[in-house]
């Protein structure tokens, strides 16, 4: 599980080294066509506990449209702005995002959860410098495209959620993977001479984004979650940001800012005041 939270990580430094490689939906296409090859021996292994529904694309579709944005978003943000800086934002303003949508959706709250978002926004403006820049700093090339990433990462969420409920998650990961290769590969301009020409940075990186953080990762994740808990395994989560911020620093000697580390901190706090402390309560 540690070795997941790594993977996760660090994905976030690689993306950017891979952006001088090729183009966002190039990108994309080949996180998601790989993300799928490595989860196809599992699904092949255990293909008689799956059965395969057309009712099931009634998630998948939605999912991988999902998935297909946050990624252009995550690519878009790590070549403009700071990974790091980028991947604090992103992953602890994204259990924020989600209590939103489900407030929206079910109407119910309490002052703990209120408190919570509060000192979760106050994280946000810190990390994204709103106090010394203004809001106008939020929508800027370098870091809206971080924004995105925080609230399509919530709505997937929301969405898988529900969707896991009636399809097994491993099959339902592969499925989305392979959805997203599929809408993306349109989009893809990459050619078999471009491939030919890659480097040894490239695989690493790529190997990284693709293989560690999707099949590796995001495998172990879905497993332990079943396993250990979800409260246990979230918690894990909590490392991510902080992961990031380090190997961003070491890969791409990126400058780790206090505002990042302190807003980050804010951010968490809140996660574990809407998520943790609140349940202890009841």
């Known amino acids: 599980m540690v070795l997941a939270m790594i993977s996760w990580g660090i994905a976030w430094p690689n993306a950017k080294i891979l952006n001088s490689y090729f183009d966002f939906y190039d990108l994309v296409f080949?996180?998601?066509?790989?993300?799928?090859?490595?989860?196809?021996?599992?699904?092949?292994?255990?293909?008689?506990?799956?059965?395969?529904?057309?009712?099931?694309?009634?998630?998948?579709?939605?999912?991988?449209?999902?998935?297909?944005?946050?990624?252009?978003?995550?690519?878009?943000?790590?070549?403009?702005?700071?990974?790091?800086?980028?991947?604090?934002?992103?992953?602890?303003?994204?259990?924020?995002?989600?209590?939103?949508?489900?407030?929206?959706?079910?109407?119910?709250?309490?002052?703990?959860?209120?408190?919570?978002?509060?000192?979760?926004?106050?994280?946000?403006?810190?990390?994204?410098?709103?106090?010394?820049?203004?809001?106008?700093?939020?929508?800027?090339?370098?870091?809206?495209?971080?924004?995105?990433?925080?609230?399509?990462?919530?709505?997937?969420?929301?969405?898988?959620?529900?969707?896991?409920?009636?399809?097994?998650?491993?099959?339902?990961?592969?499925?989305?993977?392979?959805?997203?290769?599929f809408f993306s590969w349109p989009l893809s301009t990459i050619s078999l001479e471009e491939l030919q020409n890659l480097d040894f940075i490239f695989y690493i990186n790529f190997l990284m984004v693709s293989v560690a953080s999707m099949g590796f990762g995001t495998t172990v994740y879905i497993y332990a979650t079943k396993v250990i808990g979800p409260f246990k395994s979230s918690a894990y989560i909590f490392s991510v940001p902080f992961v990031a911020l380090i190997s961003a620093n070491l890969i791409l000697d990126e400058f780790i800012q206090i505002s990042t580390i302190l807003g980050g901190l804010f951010c968490l706090l809140s996660v574990y005041i809407i998520n943790i402390y609140n349940k202890k309560l009841k």
Request: proline share 3%; charged share 10%; aromatic share 18%.
């Open 30 to 181: 080949l996180r998601f066509a790989f993300g799928a090859l490595c989860l196809f021996p599992l699904i092949l292994y255990r293909l008689k506990d799956f059965k395969i529904k057309a009712n099931f694309f009634i998630h998948i579709i939605p999912t991988s449209l999902l998935f297909l944005g946050y990624n252009l978003s995550f690519f878009m943000g790590t070549n403009y702005g700071d990974a790091g800086k980028g991947a604090v934002f992103a992953t602890t303003t994204n259990p924020i995002i989600t209590y939103l949508i489900i407030f929206f959706i079910t109407r119910k709250t309490n002052k703990t959860d209120i408190i919570g978002i509060i000192i979760g926004c106050f994280g946000g403006i810190i990390i994204m410098d709103v106090l010394n820049q203004g809001f106008i700093n939020i929508i800027r090339l370098e870091n809206v495209f971080f924004l995105i990433c925080s609230v399509i990462w919530g709505m997937m969420t929301v969405f898988t959620s529900y969707a896991q409920k009636n399809i097994a998650p491993f099959l339902f990961v592969f499925l989305c993977y392979f959805t997203t290769a």
